[in-house]
């Protein structure tokens, strides 16, 4: 494969020197770019989008192609694993994703299988492929994947919740049959990630994006324990480099330094804590990315500008800094925003690197 002309992203994750911070942004193929909804009109729904390596190595590289980002992430959804375990995911319009075969009971746990990566996700890994050529050395491809508590929550509920109660009657009425359910999706997600890293993933991450919701020890016993087993059994080598793993809590700025504990490269924080904090926190122990509220991207491009130079300037010089959304973009930013973005922290950090 081509060798990397930018490889930004990389070094800052391993908190090595860099020119200038790198800038991606979570959810940057997607619903905001008329390039995407044009593809995806012609794929005639999002699973078919997903599920083809052409179309969405497509979408991946629309944003790269538009933007002067510094990573592609591959075109796909959290939501893959479970579906390769045999739950039926489809998307609802104005509802998300849905699952036809969710878990109801621990007869349904034990019935669930390790899916192949090879196999059962052939077409993920097909893509990683055809975006890895696709880009052909001018930024690195991120894989990723959901996290084991955030994949149970869908896998139990059938879809998203706004207070994840079969789940949490699960935890607290049954722990040992959850615990069941969260190693096997570990065990699943550490074969899907290496898959990803074989088929040409140069940076890993994990999604957690319900952990937050947890009260404080449930976090550490039911997501951040396997978010530890997952860091620690991941390939972390491909090309002869290291390949950085980023984990990111949504709402985990509390467990903060107990996540930057587990061994991961890198801690994703969202826009609830200030990342000069955060990095004063964790130290040396691991990068930060992060953390621009995806709202201030629907403002002006004078409103989008100060709050990058704020961040910016809270974080403080040195590496050791990925520039991304705190959380995914709203389909609603104006697309010349993200523009304004990625500009605004090329030229803006300059100096931090001197």
Known sequence: ?????????????????????????????????PEYNATRARAGSFVKLMKSPTLAAEVTLQPIER???????????ILTVPDAMGLGLYFAEGE????????????????????????????????????????????????????????????????????????????????????????????????YLDAQIEAGA???????????????????????????????????EADGRRVPVIVFTKGGAVWLESIAGIGADAVGVDWTIDIGEARRRVGDRVALQGNLDPMVMLTTPAAIEAEVRSILDSFGSGSGHVFNLGHGITRFTPPEHVAVLVDAVHRWSEPYHR
């Open 67 to 77: 933007f002067d980002l510094d990573a592609a992430i591959v075109f796909s959804d």
């Open 202 to 236: 140069q940076a890993v991450m994990l999604f957690d994006t319900w952990g937050g919701m947890l009260a404080a020890e449930r976090y550490k016993a039911f997501s951040l324990a396997y978010l530890q087993q997952i860091v620690q059994s991941v390939r972390r």
């Open 96 to 191: 998300g994703p849905r699952f036809e075969r969710p878990l109801r009971d621990a007869q349904a746990i034990d019935a669930l299988r390790l899916p192949d990566p090879d196999t059962d996700l052939r077409y993920v890994m097909d893509a990683v492929r055809e975006c890895r050529r696709g880009l052909a050395g001018k930024v690195p491809l991120i894989g990723f994947s959901g996290s084991p508590f955030t994949l149970a929550c869908y896998m139990i509920e059938g879809g998203g919740s706004e207070d994840f109660a079969r789940v949490k009657q699960l935890m607290y009425g049954d722990p040992a049959t959850l615990h069941k359910l969260l190693d096997l999706n570990a065990r699943a997600i550490v074969r």
């Open 1 to 33: 494969m081509s060798p990397l002309s930018n490889d930004r992203l990389l070094r800052a994750l391993l908190r090595q020197p860099v020119d200038r911070t790198p800038v991606w942004v979570m959810r940057q193929a997607g619903r905001y770019l």
